[in-house]
């Protein structure tokens, strides 16, 4: 089922939620809303969902108007935050509740209810907990067990709140893996909300991010990693080396220095050079377009990292920057940096 | 780092302890005497007014007590207490379960409000709150004329009672509920409506087990107060003998007669209520802290 959200804006009392956001999910397709808290990745997903109403716009499920319809009737599954799972139910009637709610002529009898809760706990490979209580799941269960239960009502939609937010990092990136293969399995349109780049980079189809209401840029992992669209997608996915610097008359300048770098048709005005740390060379003080001190060297594992002051229009910046492991670098000495693949921003954005 | 790096020895806590006590234990003499303290006063002031109710009750012999059990007039206000208990416990069930409902999982202006309007019968004198009633429904009242002209009876009869205790009694279930539903979101209510259930079916598969025990334990305590309301009752019943006379009424006027035996011996019934209140309440807590 393809999702089109057209122009949907949402205030909260002063507070801009959601800004005029546009996006199409294609049929079958895993996308991850990828943003800090506040960017408005769980109010577009909850829209979605139908539990929150959009103050302007268009929400669409293969061209319908979802809008119409209210949270009941729209047949999405929704994995909440924090699972969300009915206390005082077992494992089994969690599962069972959405077929258990059906009245009248869509009424499942008990024996369907019995077969369709076994195959789906299998499913999610949690037929031994059947008869347990949520209060007695670990978290990695109770994930299971939400996600057994939004399947349950069979949904073309599959919407997930932080799915693996309040996970410890080895089950959550078990469960990722997990997850990624079960929908591959079901004819199911799944939206996943998260502030965890590596899992949305991994996860997903294609990543959207999100800052401050808006829809930041919209692309597969890999074009969002190497081709960040806005200084605020560079900064949030991956780490960024920020050099401060000057665009005049279309050069780049640090301080007073014309630099022999592209300015990248950025206008004029206080700029930024945002470049991936392990994209930055280290040069002699001299010949590198930028310099500073050295003022620590942390290494862990494979990894080393300095941190180096640089002389900016506003006082002193510390960056941290990427040191192979056959550098030589004394604390307190000068160091020259030399972007090798950088992006040029103005300063503002 | 792994977690054995960081857990000390298997060995090292037993020995840790026993050589050195926790800060906090008191000296044994010490604690002797707060214990003896706290037991005494309790007994003084708690145990031995409950005894003596029991005591007085018999010392007449026990088919005094059972006399005054079976006369007309006492089964007439055991009646009329059970009626008025179970009548207001019941509304104030399902107002409390509806504004508790309200405030705690619903946005809407005029909350607080109505939160400060649920708290006012405990800071408002019983006998005010039935002062209330008899000015609003009573000959000289504001409602009375027409109330009088169309022959219906509030004040000095059921329905004044009715609604004195229920007044009185009304935070009661609103207040055991109103923390623990805010406590508990709307999530698992949002999870149902998503997974197709109606609001009714929402309400009665998922809010309201939710909050089973501590909505029984609201009632407890509704029914305690229902049943012992003294003040506020005895300004709107007009103390008719075996009919607008409830527990609390009929054992002051025994008294008032020098009816010692007979009055204790009502009275005993309460007390023996607020015991089983004691026993029931202790029961709910432990279901209630187990849950949460």
């Known amino acids: 089922m393809t999702i089109d959200v057209v122009g949907v804006s949402k205030r909260f009392k002063s507070f801009n939620a959601l800004d005029n956001v546009s996006l199409h999910v294609r049929s079958g397709e895993l996308v991850a809303l990828l943003g800090p808290s506040g960017s408005g990745k769980t109010t577009l997903l909850r829209i979605i969902a139908g539990l929150d109403w959009p103050d302007a716009g268009e929400v669409r499920f293969d061209g319908e108007d979802a809008l119409a319809r209210t949270v009941r009737d729209r047949n999405v599954g929704f994995v909440f935050q924090h699972y969300a799972l009915f206390r005082h139910l077992s494992v089994f009637e969690n599962v069972a509740f959405g077929l258990r709610v059906r009245t009248g002529k869509d009424k499942v009898p008990d024996a369907a209810i019995r077969a369709r809760v076994s195959e789906l706990l299998e499913l999610v490979q949690i037929d031994w907990l059947a008869d347990r209580y949520p209060g007695q799941l670990s978290g990695g269960q109770r994930q299971r067990v939400a996600l057994a239960r939004a399947l349950a009502i069979s949904p073309r939609v599959l919407l997930l709140d932080e799915p693996f937010g309040a996970l410890d990092a080895k089950v959550r990136k078990e469960l990722r893996r997990w997850l990624r293969h079960l929908h591959e399995e079901l004819p199911v349109t799944s939206l996943l909300v998260t502030h965890d780049q590596e899992e949305a980079l991994e996860l997903a189809d294609r990543v959207v991010v999100m800052g401050h209401g808006r829809i930041e840029q919209v692309g597969t992992p890999a074009e969002v990693y190497e081709n960040p669209a806005t200084a605020f997608v560079h900064d949030f996915i991956g780490e960024t080396l920020a050099l401060p610097a000057e665009v005049r008359a279309g050069r780049l300048y640090a301080g007073d220095r014309p630099l022999a770098l592209d300015s990248q048709g950025t206008a004029d005005g206080p700029a930024r050079l945002l470049a991936r740390p392990h994209d930055v060379d280290f040069a002699d003080p001299g010949d590198a377009p930028f310099a500073g001190r050295v003022l620590a060297v942390r290494t862990f594992g494979p990894v080393r990292r300095a941190d180096i002051e640089i002389a900016g229009r506003d006082g002193p910046v510390v960056v941290e920057a990427a040191v192979p492991l056959q550098q030589d670098l004394a604390t307190g000495g000068l160091i020259g940096l030399l972007p090798r693949k950088y992006r040029v921003f103005a300063a503002s954005a | 780092m792994s977690v054995a790096e960081i857990a000390p020895p298997a060995t090292a806590p037993a020995r840790v302890i026993r050589q050195a006590p926790p800060v906090h234990t008191e000296p044994p003499a010490v604690r002797i005497a707060i214990i003896t303290v706290a037991l005494v006063f309790l007994g003084l002031v708690i145990g031995l007014p409950l005894v003596s109710v029991f005591v007085q009750a018999f010392a007449k012999g026990w088919q005094t007590y059972v006399a005054a059990l079976v006369d007309p007039d006492a089964l007439a206000a055991i009646r009329l207490t059970l009626i008025v208990a179970a009548i207001s416990v019941g509304l104030n069930l399902v107002f409390g379960l509806v504004a508790s409902w309200a405030i705690a999982k619903f946005e809407f202006t005029g909350k607080s409000f109505l939160i400060t309007l649920i708290d006012l019968p405990f800071s408002v ?128 006027i025994l008294y008032n007669e020098y009816q010692f035996a007979a009055s204790f011996a009502v009275a005993s019934l309460l007390a023996l209520l607020a015991l089983v209140t004691l026993c029931a309440k202790t029961i709910l807590e432990k279901r209630l802290t187990r849950e949460h």
């Open chain 2, 125 to 252: 004198s019983p006998v005010v709150a039935g002062l209330v009633f008899v000015l609003l429904f009573g000959s000289q009242g504001l409602i009375g004329p027409f109330l009088q002209a169309n022959d219906i009876k509030i004040v000095f009869a059921l329905p004044g009672i009715v609604l004195a205790t229920v007044f009185v009694t009304f935070p009661f279930v609103a207040r055991e509920l109103i923390p623990l539903m805010q406590e508990q979101g709307t999530s698992e209510e949002e999870a149902a409506i998503s997974l197709g259930a109606s609001g009714l079916s929402t309400f009665f598969r998922v809010t309201l087990p939710n909050v089973k025990w501590a909505l029984l334990y609201g009632v407890l305590l509704c029914n305690a107060r229902a049943m012992g309301e003294f003040g506020a009752v005895s300004v709107v019943s007009g103390h008719i003998r075996g009919l607008t006379n409830t527990m609390p009424l009929q054992i002051e």
